[in-house]
């Protein structure tokens, strides 16, 4: 479970990195930049009988998701901002406001799928199971991500081309919050892969443990149990029984007779 931990850690962090890039671009108003041109007129400054010439000029203009914001004059730092709404033609507001819904939902994606992959590390026994969940949540923010961005950008463009002119910018490209917010779709995505590796080595091993645990169970009836050890017994010296001393035979033939006068059984033998 060594390299399941090492890609869950590796996730987490990842996570993180992407809920701030997302969050970054999402409140900023760098996702587009460019410029607008204006003229005014300049008199000739020797020759009064002269129309006056126009002179064009330019101005920086900045917009996200939420305001657009102008440079009111040249060389100057002031900017006006406006709701980024109050400029959308009408017909375009509901799929900006689809788009800022979609937006909403990766990151709170991203934060649920934080919240299990934590889980995942706490409780090692449910592992697969959260992991898998977190890999569905991971894969569903940066699609919704991603799909947020595009219909943006899709509102932007129309809106330059159907909107009045003084609107229309003379220039335009993609600005640092855009950049941010695609880094944050990459790191979303390299997240997704950590954890569908993760989930594939929770998997694995999980199979593995059960194979052979199977594979004990099939062959215990085999398997000869070890002789017990042998019992030490204590041991007792022998009892010998007393010997006994032979009787001696009596050899009557020696025996005086006046000894034996007085016992018929004796005399008998002795005879």
């Avoid at 730092?77 to 375009?92: F, S, Y």
């Amino acid at each position: 479970m060594g390299a399941y931990f090492h890609l869950i850690r590796l996730a987490s962090v990842l996570f993180v990195a992407t809920i701030a890039l997302s969050c970054t671009a999402f409140v900023t108003s760098h996702w587009t930049v460019g410029l607008h041109r204006h003229t005014k007129e300049q008199a000739a400054s020797n020759d009064t009988t002269k129309a006056p010439k126009e002179v064009a000029y330019y101005t920086t203009f900045h917009s996200g998701y939420w305001q657009q914001c102008k440079q009111i004059e040249e060389f100057s730092k002031a900017e006006n901002c406006t709701l980024i709404l109050v400029m959308i033609p009408d017909g375009e507001r509901t799929e900006m406001f689809m788009s800022i819904g979609l937006e909403m939902l990766s990151i709170l994606l991203l934060m649920l799928g934080t919240v299990f992959n934590m889980a995942a590390c706490c409780r090692p026994e449910t592992s697969p199971k959260v992991t898998a969940i977190t890999a569905v949540l991971a894969v569903l923010a940066g699609l919704t991500g991603m799909l947020s961005r595009m219909m943006f950008i899709t509102i932007f463009r129309f809106s330059i081309e159907i909107g009045p002119d003084d609107q229309k910018p003379y220039s335009w490209t993609y600005g640092w919050s855009f950049m941010v917010a695609w880094g944050g779709f990459l790191c979303c995505m390299v997240t997704a892969i950590s954890v569908l590796h993760a989930y594939t080595i929770a998997v694995l091993e999980k199979q593995e443990r059960w194979a052979i645990e199977q594979w004990l169970q099939q062959s215990a009836p085999l398997v000869r149990p070890d002789p017990p050890p042998p019992v030490s017994i204590p041991h007792t010296p022998a009892i010998t029984p007393p010997t006994r001393t032979p009787a001696k035979r009596v050899d009557w033939n020696r025996v005086p007779e006046n000894m034996i006068m007085g016992y018929p059984f004796c005399q008998q033998t002795a005879i």
